[in-house]
């Protein structure tokens, strides 16, 4: 039975605009809007799949506002009948088609039949055969069992409000938080496709084969989508390819200007696991030590540092570089003796003055590359029984970063959790902290990073200063934690 092509339907875009304008990453300016298809794939249906009347597609659409244009990625499947699989948050609308018959449309980024198809294109390297959509396999996702129909999927919450991430297991596999090597994927649709990525995506793209301790990368998407800046304005909804149309003067008709972006990247679903803060929470309030996951945990951040410095480099501070930052650390500094409480202010002020003297004559490498910079407990999660930890990029990192920002984040993001936890005295809470601090460093140090990331006076100058804040609240707790993490800044 041929599938039919959901553009050509009438009243397909309709539908489609209808359900857009509802979502969060639809580009919802005021005034008429008008949708253009400029780019799309067909899959073949997976195997498993109980309705032969589906029809699996991806459209890339511009938005037309006026004079200016949005591109979106709507991924969607066509069914012949309901879907209670589907589910009622995927439901699309109703589409009365050519022949009379009704479609059921649901969003592709949460249809388990189109996910299916998805990873069974990219796992077999499949492509269009224009080669304007490309698949690329990482690792071993082209030695797993084929991908069917009969999978289970969950939506996975990210802060990124252009991308859809959904969780996938196979078949077979229970649910559970994700494990390395269980089956489980995150496919992440990119609602708003763009020429460019963004760095954070390209530093993840580039390290997909370099490094263990992120989420690997599984596969990606890319395809291509007309230009409509630099292109004809007046392409037909449902085009594809150059017009068919030769300028009245009988010169050539001009080519549209073709754009290559990511639709969709696939990795391992282990961002998905509970993630440090919940498990460093629960051992405190059970009475338990944190120090052998701590170890573990400094020992996979400076295993990242090592990765992205073998993968970017680094190279020495200027001269500038170093007074802006010195520039920069006064002013911080300055705050905090402002904000210190009367009693503390005396010793703030010596530390405060002896770190100064101290940063004056440091003199670090500057890494060429991106770190997350406000590294918490939130970006590591637990991957395996044995305490093995993965981490994420990050929702903001920073350029030419050094690796002392992130040390500095997470041992205060463990102070937090201490306080957080804190008993009636906070007493426990303090030196469970003071353990889990130790074996943090260690096991940094342990790692192939750089020692100036822990090592370094800057180092103890940022554990200072992020720790300040700690002194500001009421609870004894936080005081207690707060006060053992200064005194490791010395």
Known sequence: MPRLRGEEQDGFLDVLENWLVNQDWFPARTGRRRLARVGGLRLPLPEGLTDPQTTLELHVLDVEHGAMIDRISVPVALRGRPSALAGKDAFIGRLTVADGTERWLYDGAMDHAFLAAWLETVRRGRGSRDGRVRTRAFGDLTERPAFTARLSRSSVHGADGAMTRTLVRPEGVAEAAPRPGDGQVVVEFMRRPASQR????????TMA???????????????????????????????VGPAD???SDGSPPEEPVWEFGDLSIIREATASAPDGAVAAGLALQQGESFASMARRLGQTLGRLHADL?????????TTAQMRTNLTGLREELDLARGRASTALREDLVETAQSLDAALADVFEPLPLQRIHGRFSLSEAHVADVDGDWILTEGEESFDHAHTYVDAAAAVVSLAHTAAENAGPDGAEAAAWFDEAFEA???GYRDSDADDLGIDSARYRAEVFLRGLPLLLEDEHGRVLAADSLLRHSR
């Open 440 to 442: 943090f460093a260690a």
């Open 245 to 247: 149309d030769s300028p």
């Open 209 to 239: 084969d370099r490094t263990t301790v992120l989420p690997r990368v599984l596969g990606v998407v890319t395809g291509a989508w007309i230009d409509r800046y630099a292109g004809d304005d007046d392409l037909d909804e449902a085009s």
């Open 309 to 317: 410095a073998a993968t970017f480099g680094a190279h020495p501070q």
């Open 198 to 205: 963004d760095p954070l995506r390209e530093t993840v793209l």
